[in-house]
C-alpha cells in the first residue's frame, strides 16, 4: 500500500469510526513520520473500543507527537492522553470540524475576508459564501441569527500563506535527492513559488506523495493549535462541507 492509499484508507477509516480498520492500518506498517496528526486522529476514535492495541498504539502516538513538536502536536498528544485517562481533561469544548477546511480558510488568500465555524455544526463558511447566503435570507432570519451570533460562530482571521511556503522550505530541507532538493529549492524562489514547486515535485511521484502527506499533517496541527487557542478541540466525524 503506498503512501496516498494508506492516507486515504486511515481517512475513510475514521471518517466511518471503524475502530478494527484503523487499528489493522495501523498495525500492518511502520507509521510515516509526516502523518502523525493524521494517525492521532484516528486513534481517538481507536482507543473508544477499549482494546489493549488500540492503547498501547495511543501511548505509542503520543510519544511520537510530543517528540516531533510540530504545531498542534502537543494539543492532538494532550487529548490523546485524556482520552486514555491518562492527562487531565482540556478544558476545550468539543466542535466536529473538518481541519484542512478550517486551515483553507484561515490559510488563503487575505483578500477573501476570512470566514467562520459554524459551532453548532462544525461546517465552515469562508467569508464570501456567508454573506451571499445572508443576502438570500428574510429579515427575521438575519435578527434571530445576529442575536445567537455570539454563540453559534467562531470568526476565522486570515493569515495567508506564509506558513504553508515555510512547508515547502523546510520539506525540501528534508529531501535527500540532491537533484530533486535543487530544483525545489529553486521553484521556490520569487513570486508564483507555489505553482512552480508544484509542478517541479509532479514528475517525482515518491516525494510527491510524501510532500502532500507532510503538508496536510502540518496544516491540521496549525488548525488544531489555532482551534486550542481559541478554547475548541476538533471531534473526528462527519462534517458538513460547503467548500
Not at 116 to 128: E, F, I, M
Not at 195 to 208: L, T
Request: proline content about 5%; glycine content about 8%.
Amino acid at each position: 500500500m503506498s503512501l496516498k492509499e494508506f492516507r486515504a484508507a486511515l481517512r475513510g477509516a475514521t471518517y466511518r469510526a471503524d475502530a478494527l480498520e484503523v487499528l489493522r492500518l495501523l498495525e500492518e506498517r511502520a507509521w510515516p513520520e509526516q502523518v502523525l496528526q493524521l494517525i492521532g486522529d484516528a486513534l481517538l476514535v481507536a482507543v473508544t473500543s477499549g482494546s489493549a492495541s488500540a492503547h498501547d498504539l495511543a501511548r505509542a502516538c503520543v510519544a511520537r507527537l510530543q517528540a516531533r513538536g510540530w504545531d498542534g502536536d502537543v494539543d492532538l498528544a494532550d487529548a490523546l492522553a485524556a482520552r486514555l485517562g491518562d492527562g487531565p481533561q482540556p478544558l476545550l469544548r468539543p466542535v466536529r470540524v473538518d481541519l484542512e477546511e478550517l486551515a483553507s480558510v484561515r490559510e488563503g488568500d487575505p483578500t477573501h475576508g476570512g470566514g467562520r465555524v459554524d459551532l453548532a455544526t462544525g461546517q465552515v463558511w469562508p467569508q464570501t459564501v456567508y454573506e451571499d447566503f445572508r443576502a438570500d435570507e428574510s429579515d427575521e432570519e438575519e435578527e434571530e441569527e445576529d442575536e445567537a451570533a455570539g454563540t453559534r460562530w467562531l470568526w476565522v482571521d486570515p493569515v495567508g500563506s506564509r506558513s504553508g511556503y515555510r512547508d515547502m522550505e523546510v520539506f525540501t530541507e528534508t529531501v535527500e535527492d540532491e537533484h530533486l532538493a535543487e530544483l525545489l529549492s529553486m521553484a521556490i524562489s520569487g513570486k508564483g513559488a507555489f505553482r512552480r514547486f508544484k509542478d517541479a515535485i509532479a514528475h517525482h511521484p515518491e516525494a510527491a506523495d510524501r510532500w502532500y502527506a507532510f503538508s496536510e499533517d502540518r496544516v491540521r496541527g496549525r488548525a488544531r493549535a489555532w482551534l486550542a487557542a481559541e478554547g475548541y478541540t476538533p471531534r473526528p466525524g462527519r462534517t458538513p462541507s460547503l467548500l
